[in-house]
């Protein structure tokens, strides 16, 4: 049998299961911790840092970090809202990320969170990368001005081999998503329906399909991102 366990976050006495990943005990307790690269059931890797969060008072990503007994969380102290906010700001100016004309806009993560932390103008210097889109994808575009490197794309997206189709290419600051070309040839629809899904932003794009939901009926247009947990 489970074992359940006690613990707070922001002095609310909370309760799970002992060794789940605190994001989704979280969630479980109507409380809201940000991710852009968590997929509940796959194995985290603390890739974005927006779940960023202090136990016991020190610094640990909530999407890696079990919760045990009488552990004690930090979510919403201002000193934290500021740190994702800083990391939100870094991924705008990091990439090209032009919301009015994206495909994703009201379905994009990134775009909602942004808007939760009421991010305006990043405090860093936009750099402008010049950076490719791939549209020679059967069924995908890939736009690598949008990528924010979260992997949720090469965790998530295999073949019927369990073979991965997104892949990490290069280094440093020209570290990139490479898409394989034989494999997405052969990509069923509903695999690269599930790629479109999963990226938080609209960096892999389904084509044929832009524009399909009108804007004003999409996910984060009326519901701001995590108030589904807190209402
Ligand atoms: S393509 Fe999308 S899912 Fe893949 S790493 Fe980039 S942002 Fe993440």
Redesign the pocket.
Known sequence: MNELVNFTIDKKECMSTKGKYLVDAAAENGIYIPTLCNITGIQPRGACRLCTVKVNGKLTTACTTPVYNNMEVENESPELQDLRKSIIELMFADGNHYCPYCEKSGDCELQAIAYRYRVTVPRFPYSFPKREIEAGHPLLA?DHNR????????KAVKDDDGRSI?AFARRSHKLT?SVDTRLSHVMSPEKAAYAAE????G??LLKGAAFKKPIGERKYDKKPIGTELEM
């Open positions: 890939k990528c924010i490197l979260c992997k949720r794309c090469i997104f998503i999963i990226c938080p932003v960096a892999i």
